[in-house]
Every structure is written in structure tokens, then in C-alpha cells.
């Protein structure tokens, strides 16, 4: 299984954002998908997770800036930020669990990441 990410770059401060992540592979279902960023010199941190049945959980500093979302027939899942902090500089990891056969064997994947640089 990958995870394929895409978005970010740079982005002004106020300004936003739009990250996906594409899942590819054996997957037979995708039981969650999210985001996790790391700072340079910090610990990775949730952003989001969202689940197959549309339930969300959110970083408690990123309530009502992020929004995830998740397109199950396209195994994609969408993070949408506003009002961007430069704070907000991270490195940007996608994450999913797996169920890759109808044993219900499962695996947690990452993705390789994307730079989101929030700066003027």
C-alpha cells in the first residue's frame, strides 16, 4: 500500500490550504485516514483523523482552522487549513489504516510527506 500525497508548498500567512493523500494498492478497506504534521525540532503532532463512517477527531490546537474530509470510493483523503500561522511550518504526514484482506488483518502506513512553509 502507498500513500500518496500532494499540495502544499508555500503559503502566506492568513492564506490556505489544501492537502490530499491518495491511497493505492492491496487494500480490501480503509478503516481511517489523517494528518500529522512535524516542526523542525518538535514531536509529530495530530491534525486530523477522520474515519470510513465520516467521524472526525481534530488536535486540540487545530479546531476551527483544519478541516478534513474523506472520499472513500477514491481512498482520498482531503485536509483543508485557513487562516494559516506561521507556526503552521511543518512537515505534513499522511496516515491510513489498512485492512488489506477479509481476515481483517490490518497495517497502519505513512506517507513520505509534504512541506507546507506558511511565511511572507
Known amino acids: 500500500v502507498q500513500l500518496q500525497a500532494s499540495g502544499g508548498g508555500l503559503v502566506q500567512p492568513g492564506g490556505p490550504l489544501r492537502l490530499s493523500c491518495a491511497a493505492s494498492?492491496?487494500?480490501?478497506?480503509?478503516?481511517?485516514m489523517g494528518w500529522y504534521r512535524q516542526a523542525p525540532g518538535s514531536q509529530r503532532e495530530l491534525v486530523a483523523t477522520?474515519?470510513?463512517?465520516?467521524?472526525?477527531n481534530y488536535g486540540d490546537s487545530m479546531k476551527g482552522r483544519f478541516t478534513i474530509s474523506f472520499d472513500i470510493a477514491k481512498y482520498t483523503v482531503y485536509l483543508q487549513g485557513n487562516s494559516l500561522k506561521t507556526e503552521d511550518t511543518a512537515v505534513y504526514y499522511c496516515?491510513?489504516?489498512?485492512?488489506?484482506?477479509?481476515?481483517?488483518?490490518?497495517?497502519?502506513?505513512w506517507g513520505q510527506g509534504t512541506q507546507v512553509t506558511v511565511s511572507s
Open positions: 494498492g492491496s487494500i480490501f478497506k480503509i478503516n481511517n
Open positions: 477522520i474515519t470510513s463512517d465520516g467521524s472526525t
Open positions: 496516515n491510513a489504516e489498512v485492512v488489506v484482506n477479509t481476515l481483517d488483518v490490518k497495517y497502519n502506513y
